[in-house]
């Protein structure tokens, strides 16, 4: 099993920035690639960002390109979601999650709470 625990959410105003981490455990962490999903209030969840197990491959949605960066640290088993010029519309809860090669997202964390006023 993994276990993964986010932080780094909170209240900015737009324009402003944060930065989400989210720590893993129970597993070796360079065996799962990683994603951060975003649920806006009353909307489905949807794919943010994904990085590769090693951090040489990453793919964003289209609304957090240029805006938003991915990254990992390995040897602290953390992954991290960077987030410059942020929007109202940013505004949800961030799940960060852990897949195997040819799985699906099958590890979850419990979500932290970013909110953007405008």
């Known amino acids: 099993q993994v276990q993964l625990v986010e932080a780094g959410g909170g209240l900015v105003q737009a324009g402003g920035s944060l930065r989400l981490s989210c720590a893993a455990s129970?597993?070796?962490?360079?065996?799962?690639?990683m994603g951060w999903f975003r649920q806006a209030p009353g909307k489905e969840r949807e794919f943010a960002a994904a990085?590769?197990?090693?951090?040489?491959?990453?793919s964003y949605v289209d609304s957090v390109k240029g805006r938003f960066t991915i990254s990992r640290d390995n040897a602290k088993n953390t992954v991290y979601l960077q987030m410059n010029s942020l929007k109202p519309e940013d505004t949800g809860v961030y799940y960060c999650?852990?897949?195997?090669?040819?799985?699906?997202?099958?590890?979850w964390g419990q979500g932290t709470q970013v909110t953007v006023s405008s």
């Open positions: 129970g597993r070796t962490f360079s065996s799962l690639r």
């Open positions: 990085i590769s197990r090693y951090g040489d491959s990453t």
């Open positions: 999650a852990g897949r195997l090669m040819g799985s699906q997202y099958d590890y």
